[in-house]
Nanobody, 121 residues
Framework: QVQLVESGGGLVQPGGSLKLSCAASGRTSFSIDTMGWYRQAPGKQRELVAAITSDGSTNYADSVKGRFTISRDNAKKTVYLQMNNLKPEDTAVYYC??????????????WGQGTQVTVSS
């Protein structure tokens, strides 16, 4: 069994910063391809925020370009999301996602449990 564990959410004032982390762990052998962050605000669909491939290529939602930075540490099997200049519209539950090959089950999409980010004065 493999799991993704997120940390780093919380309450922050507009203009502030937060850094989210998501670590993959498990007892079985696995490899990770693309990792990403999604978010879901109340009453809205889950949307992609940022993604990073195993070789470091990134893509971002237009709404976060220039403010958020995604990175990963392959040795630690961890993905990060540095969020700067946060706005109230960034308020959402943020979910970590990973495209992984888990032995012997095969390739699948995995999700973290979600972490709340609230931007408010």
């Amino acid at each position: 069994q493999v799991q993704l564990v997120e940390s780093g959410g919380g309450l922050v004032q507009p203009g502030g910063s937060l850094k989210l982390s998501c670590a993959a762990s498990g007892r079985t052998s696995f490899s990770i391809d693309t990792m990403g962050w999604y978010r879901q605000a109340p009453g809205k669909q889950r949307e992609l925020v940022a993604a990073i491939t195993s070789d470091g290529s990134t893509n971002y939602a237009d709404s976060v370009k220039g403010r958020f930075t995604i990175s990963r540490d392959n040795a630690k099997k961890t993905v990060y999301l540095q969020m700067n200049n946060l706005k109230p519209e960034d308020t959402a539950v943020y979910y970590c996602n990973a495209d992984m090959y888990v032995w012997p089950a095969g390739r699948n999409d995995y999700w973290g449990q979600g972490t709340q980010v609230t931007v408010s004065s």
